[in-house]
């Protein structure tokens, strides 16, 4: 059952970029992460209520950090849909598991020393390969997006680092997870940054003019975007075991599939053989980066994890 959930979560994360796809015709990226953040943070207040959990919490550095991070990450990610075809953005938001990769090889340089007992740092030639592929993907995608003018490239850029920004928010979920706090609340507080942020940019920038109907397009930017994350939630609570947590993790690429297949439906997006095998090089490494770091959390001694 956690497989569908998981599914269903990229479903609903792909149906929300179209939405964001149309509603950036109207209104401004800030405007877009507003609206989302005011919904979600509603509906977490609501659901946390019913579930008995407290939003007050002990953590707020963590929680602001977390927040600060994954707005910047939104942000950029409406920016890329607005600018690029919707499979490319999707894509591009997907690469927060080559990025986690990329981190934890940097990591082992920033933090080696060298001694006679560790002349160089153990850098896991698998994962240097799978960080490699995934970028050679990068490349493979873009190239089609880079060839359109200034505006797409800014647009692969942004999106790019809209990745690179998910995955520094997801380590964070994860580093407040393991201390006890609940999804409900971590996610309602990503809804306060959303807005805080939001509404400083468009009170510095200014506000869009009133569409009249296509307004509407902001509702289920946040409603989708809520169901995604429960579903996402509720799909690793019911993985029970790392072979069952490695599948649901790899399930979440199914929205790269549901974002190219929207793109071609509803927008006409013609996606070139390179940016197909693009594509499928950004699933095999995140697969493959996810399946290395599940093998050693599992084989780190107990006192490590």
Known sequence: ???????????????????????????????????????????LAWLARARGVALATRYPRMHAWRAFIGVI???????????????????????????????????????????PETPRPA?????????????VGVVLLLRPSLG?????????????????????AYMQVVALS????????????????SVVAGGAAVLATGHSAWPGWPVLWLLPIGVLAAGGQLCMTRAYASAHTPRATLVVANLQYSGIVFGAL??????????????????????A???VATALRTRSVASAPAEEL
């Not at 800014?154 to 920004?165: H, K, N």
């Open 148 to 168: 359109q003018g200034p505006g797409q490239a800014l647009g692969a850029l942004v999106g790019l680092l809209s990745g690179m920004c998910a995955a520094l």
């Open 262 to 283: 929207y793109g071609m439906a509803i927008f006409g997006d013609i996606i070139a053989p390179s940016g197909w095998a693009g594509m499928g090089l950004i699933i």
């Open 1 to 43: 059952m956690q497989a569908l959930w998981m599914v269903l979560a990229a479903f609903l994360f792909a149906s929300m970029s179209v939405c964001v796809k149309f509603g950036s015709a109207y209104f401004t990226s800030a405007e877009l992460v507003l609206a989302r953040g005011l919904i979600g943070m509603a509906l």
């Open 73 to 115: 990450s939104l942000g950029g990610w409406f920016y890329a849909i607005a600018q690029l075809p919707l499979p490319t953005a999707v894509t591009l938001n997907y690469m927060s598991s080559v990025w986690i990769a990329a981190f934890l090889v940097g990591g082992a340089l920033v933090n080696w020393r060298p001694s």
């Open 123 to 135: 850098l896991q030639g698998p994962l240097l390969l799978t960080v490699a592929a995934g970028f």
């Open 178 to 193: 393991r201390i006890g706090e609940p999804e409900e609340r971590t996610v309602f507080y990503f809804g306060v940054g």
């Open 285 to 287: 490494s995140g697969i």
